[in-house]
């Protein structure tokens, strides 16, 4: 039997069932729609409609929709970014058909009436103020904003107070029906269901037939020049986020790059930036480098939060670090161990079955494939170090732009 199994319904909506034998299982609906697909009107559109499909459907009102998978021990979650909306649940095994009509009814009939609309609008201002009080979290946000200026991949989620405030039925109801085309999501499914039922149960809710699809067109961000944004923010420390654009989620470069931001400033107490500014010279609590692809574009960037009188400091050791890596290649062994490292972490990383599941669904949504920890590892293997040259100086090799807070 194969493990992963995949069906497309006649309206575009496709399917992907893993299967695994246990008790507790997961499914859920991911759109091919984010924070980048509003209009300029409609910034924070994506974020709000999501809060609002747990608030009211054509048959149930807000208190039934939580307890319809609280009532069976189960757990009901969404969340947006700049490319996706996902909704899904995890539950007992048993109670699948009442996870997939729960699901169904959710992304198809959802009302979103006015009393609903200000309720959540209030909600969301205080998740916005929430936001803003959390600079270790807000500084990504404004370093992409930095980074895609003037393009729609650069701004903020949750939105802004004038686009907010200007939300009513009418607007969030033509932005569903614009972007929340079956052929644009796909439903995924993750336990030990077996995968016809599976896909008999999609299509009691999802038969009707093909409609065109009219979401907003995506464009590929443009080239701009490095800059620098200094923010007054009145912090205890200063914030430091610096770096640029890179390879979208297809490049076939991408896995070099993540084998050198792991050997950079990925999570393990050794990366190169952890030894060289917090073991080696005690000036940081935290520092770390990260990827982040969309599907035409991505971003690599290293934060740190420091004294304000170690600021440049840390900026000449980042740099020394980023020049190693261009400059010096691995040796074999070097190289052998970092492979080790990263499989490794994947590995530990797979045994989290949520997290498994929602990387299935993103790969699926985005690529129409899955591969296995075993197609990555052998991903992995294959990497050379003329590789991790190439994708070091085409990425290290530009002036970077920074944001500071202080």
Not at 67 to 82: I, W
Not at 276 to 305: I, P, Q, W
Not at 363 to 375: A, D, G, K, V, W
Request: glycine share 4%; proline share 4%; charged share 20%.
């Amino acid at each position: 039997m194969k493990l992963i199994q995949t069906h497309t319904l006649n309206n575009g909506l496709r399917i992907i069932h893993h299967t695994f034998p246990s008790q507790i299982s997961y499914c859920g609906f991911a759109m091919n729609t984010g924070a980048r697909d509003e209009m300029n009107d409609e910034h924070g559109m994506a974020h709000f409609v999501e809060h609002l499909l747990f608030k009211g459907t054509k048959k149930r009102k807000a208190h039934h929709i939580a307890n319809r998978m609280e009532n069976v021990g189960g757990d009901l979650n969404a969340y947006t970014t700049k490319e996706e909306t996902f909704i899904y649940t995890t539950f007992l095994e048993e109670y699948f058909p009442r996870a997939v009509e729960l699901l169904s009814d959710l992304v198809l009939n959802s009302e979103f009436l006015p009393t609903q609309i200000e309720r959540e609008h209030d909600v969301i201002l205080d998740e916005i103020n929430s936001y803003y009080d959390s600079p270790a979290e807000l500084i990504y946000d404004d370093f992409e904003n930095l980074l895609f200026a003037g393009h729609d991949i650069g701004h903020y989620i949750l939105g802004d107070v004038p686009s907010l405030e200007t939300f009513d039925s009418k607007k969030i109801h033509s932005f569903v029906v614009r972007q929340y085309h079956p052929s644009r999501m796909i439903f995924f499914s993750f336990g030990k269901t077996p995968f016809e039922k599976v896909v008999r149960q999609i299509e009691r809710y999802f038969s009707f037939p093909l409609t065109p699809c009219h979401v907003k067109n995506r464009t590929v961000p443009t080239i701009i020049a490095p800059k620098t944004e200094i923010l007054k923010k009145n912090t205890a420390q200063n914030h430091i986020m610096l770096g640029c654009r890179t390879f979208d989620m297809h490049n076939p470069l991408r896995y070099p790059l993540y084998l050198l931001n792991n050997i950079l400033g990925g999570g393990a107490l050794s990366s190169r930036l952890n030894t060289s500014l917090r073991e080696r010279h005690g000036l940081v609590y935290n520092v770390e480098s990260n990827l982040t692809f969309y599907s035409d574009t991505g971003l690599f960037a290293v934060y740190f939060a420091c004294d304000s009188k170690y600021t440049e400091r840390c900026l000449r050791l980042i740099y020394k670090e980023i020049d190693r890596l261009r400059n010096q290649p691995l040796t074999t062994i070097q190289l052998s161990t970092a492979k080790k490292q990263w499989k490794g972490q994947l590995g530990i990383a797979s045994e989290n079955n949520e997290n498994t599941t929602l990387r299935m669904a993103k790969s699926f949504l985005h690529t129409n494939n899955y591969p296995t920890i075993e197609e990555v590892f052998f991903q992995i293997d294959a990497i050379s170090i003329s590789q991790l040259e190439e994708a070091a100086n085409l990425l290290l090799s530009d002036s970077f732009s920074k944001i500071v807070y202080q």
